[in-house]
């Protein structure tokens, strides 16, 4: 009970086993990243799965149906083997270092993103102040590793698809800051902690129901996290029926293999932070935990562990719809042309986030001049406040020091 | 030696070291490497510095933004001249004047701060006036950094802010330079447009004289 009552794994280490120096630091830091990366591990396992299944269901065939049982539940597992057994080429035109680069990249790039992801109520290994600015801000460089193989592979079909990913990736980046902004607005933080505890106690207070532009917003929001993925129908750096297979042509085995793991794992960030903007982060829809009490004032750490607990499970089902509206997008609209997307982007989705944003800033004046409430449920001012009040860590960035690892181990 | 100080000490020398390679490079995309490297680690300081916002900033804009455009650019200018650079001996000796002279401001600027005293003078207007602007060590720099984008600086005193001049605020200057930003985009797009157009109009005369 003693790791449920710290606040922070690095002081628990510290206080209550006694580590000297900058042991207790290191020793949470350590406990985060295993943490961080089983989740950043667990996405592509079951995406790689969902998707043949739900592909397969989708064009009326049944997907995996032997590995592993009726379901083809170890699919993905025997993928894995597969592709460890490949043999590791690299083309003699390649810039070779460069080349091995690449797949590192991609994947540090998503993998950080997932540092600074909450996945319930404080269980977040990197708390900032910036949350939401400094995870989009680590997706954006996703880009840069897809640009690099591209250019490096020494094929022109891998040339193509990087220079078409850079276009993409810079234009669609512009509506989906907006996107994120929107919500922003109306919420008054950047801090993904914060934006959960705000949207909690029932689902008219989500952010997508605040009013009617962050509910447009989120569907914006959720077309560029598409694009910035490279989902089909913006998978035009890949695009196999054009390109072989874009950027991605020359890789093969486990370099490959990380290209797709970096894919998954950042669709499944996409849609946690579509939960926090719009979602309501780990709030079930309707105030169960407040009728129980399990997080009131005076409630024991154990029954605070529990809710927390309950709000892992309800943030990871709510990311994993974003994903699977996603798969299920992908198998169901055709690839668009490289001109139709930046035409999508530039003609469509720039000016409606542009107008979006402009309509956000003016919602809280109008309202007020109005007379009326600024908001379709609760004020999130009043509950910030609330929120504001309660027992809080100090939250600093490089500490690495909030309760993820506390809670998930028991004692 | 704590934790925090031998990290700093490391991504200090990345950063460093990115910066050396750049120059010492011959060929573009390697230069680009490098200068991503040392960008990532000049935000990598301002993450160990709390400032998370300036930090993300750094990623977004130059990482994310610039090395992704010099990439873009070294990519579609294609192969022979542009991959290696070679630099005169004058280039050289301009470019080492222009770094000893930037290392000298910066040098001159930093013996100059009292650091010990504009710290606590910090600290001290932040407890007084923590209703305005929250502790940056506690809840991050982006509150401030907003407040003094509008003219309400958190290290400055009251009277210092009462003072005629001082109350101005980033915002003026912001503006100023988004504006510009604006211009220089539309000309691109402009003087991109314009070529083409010339090309289209000039297609069919050509087609007369053939």
């Keep these: 009970m003693m790791l449920l009552a710290a606040h922070n794994l690095s002081e628990f280490f510290r206080e209550t086993c006694r580590f000297p120096g900058f042991w207790p630091e290191v020793l949470a830091a350590v406990v985060h990243a295993v943490l961080v990366a089983a989740f950043f591990g667990l996405p592509a396992g079951v995406f790689i799965w969902a998707e043949r299944k739900i592909a397969g269901r989708i064009q009326d065939r049944l997907g995996p149906t032997r590995t592993g049982g009726r379901f083809g539940w170890l699919q993905s597992l025997a993928d894995g083997i597969k592709l460890l057994q490949k043999e590791d080429l690299i083309p003699g035109d390649a810039n070779a270092p460069l080349f091995r680069l690449a797949p590192y990249l991609v994947v540090v790039a998503s993998f950080s993103a997932y540092m600074v992801l909450p996945f319930s109520d404080g269980w977040v290994a990197v708390a900032s102040k910036v949350g939401v600015f400094l995870i989009l801000a680590l997706m954006s460089l996703e880009v840069l ?210 107008f979006l944003f402009l309509g956000a800033a003016l919602w809280p004046l109008a309202m007020a001049a109005g007379g009326g409430r600024s908001h379709w449920g609760d004020p999130p001012a009043v509950r910030r406040l609330d929120s504001a009040s309660a027992v809080q860590p100090v939250q600093t960035p490089l500490a690495l020091d909030e309760q993820e690892g506390a809670g998930r181990r028991s004692p | 030696m704590t934790g925090s100080e031998i990290l700093f000490l490391l991504v200090a020398l990345l950063a460093c070291g990115g910066a050396v390679g750049v120059v010492i490079c011959r060929q573009v995309v390697w230069m680009a490497v490098w200068l991503m490297i040392s960008l990532a680690g000049v935000a990598g300081l301002f993450f160990l510095l709390s400032a998370d916002f300036v930090g993300a900033a750094q990623l977004l804009v130059y990482v994310g933004g610039t090395v992704v455009l010099l990439i873009f650019g070294v990519m579609l200018t294609g192969s022979a001249p542009a991959l290696k650079i070679k630099t005169s001996v004058a280039e050289t000796l301009a470019a080492a004047g222009v770094g000893v002279l930037l290392l000298g401001v910066l040098f001159a600027t930093v013996c100059h701060v009292n650091w010990s005293g504009a710290a606590q003078t910090v600290s001290s207007e932040l407890q007084t006036n923590r209703s305005l602007a929250d502790s940056p060590l506690e809840n991050g720099t982006v509150g401030p950094l907003g407040l003094a984008l509008l003219g309400l600086r958190a290290d400055r005193s009251l009277a210092d802010r009462a003072a005629p001049g001082s109350a101005a605020g980033y915002l003026l200057p912001f503006e100023i330079v988004s504006v510009h930003l604006l211009v220089v985009l539309i000309g691109a797009a402009y003087l991109a447009r314009a070529k083409r157009r010339l090309a289209r109009e000039s297609t069919p005369a050509e087609e007369v004289v053939s």
């Design chain 1, 145 to 354: 590793g897809v640009i690099i193989a591209g250019y490096s592979s020494g094929s022109k079909w891998a040339l193509f698809g990087a220079m078409r990913e850079a276009a993409q990736m810079v234009s669609y980046e512009i509506p989906m800051a907006i996107c994120a902004v929107v919500p922003i607005v109306a919420a008054g933080t950047l801090d993904m902690v914060e934006l959960g505890r705000m949207q909690t106690g029932g689902f008219w207070n989500w952010l997508i129901f605040h009013d009617p532009f962050t509910f447009l917003a989120f569907f914006c929001y959720f077309v560029c996290a598409t694009a910035s993925c490279k989902r089909a129908p913006f998978d035009l750096a890949e695009a196999e029926s054009e390109l072989v297979a874009g950027f991605l042509t020359e890789y093969s085995g486990m370099r490959w293999s990380f290209f797709f793991l970096a894919e998954y794992a950042s669709m499944f960030a996409v849609g946690g932070i579509a939960t926090y903007l719009f979602l309501g982060g780990w709030d079930i829809g309707l105030p169960i935990i407040e009728a129980l009490g399990l997080k009131a004032p005076g409630a024991s750490s154990a029954s605070i562990y529990l809710a927390n607990l309950i709000g892992m499970f309800v943030f990871l089902a709510k990311a994993t719809t974003v994903v699977f509206v996603q798969i299920w997008v992908r198998w169901t609209l055709p690839r668009l042309r490289i001109d139709q997307v930046m035409t999508t982007c530039l003609k469509y989705l720039v000016p409606i986030s542009c």
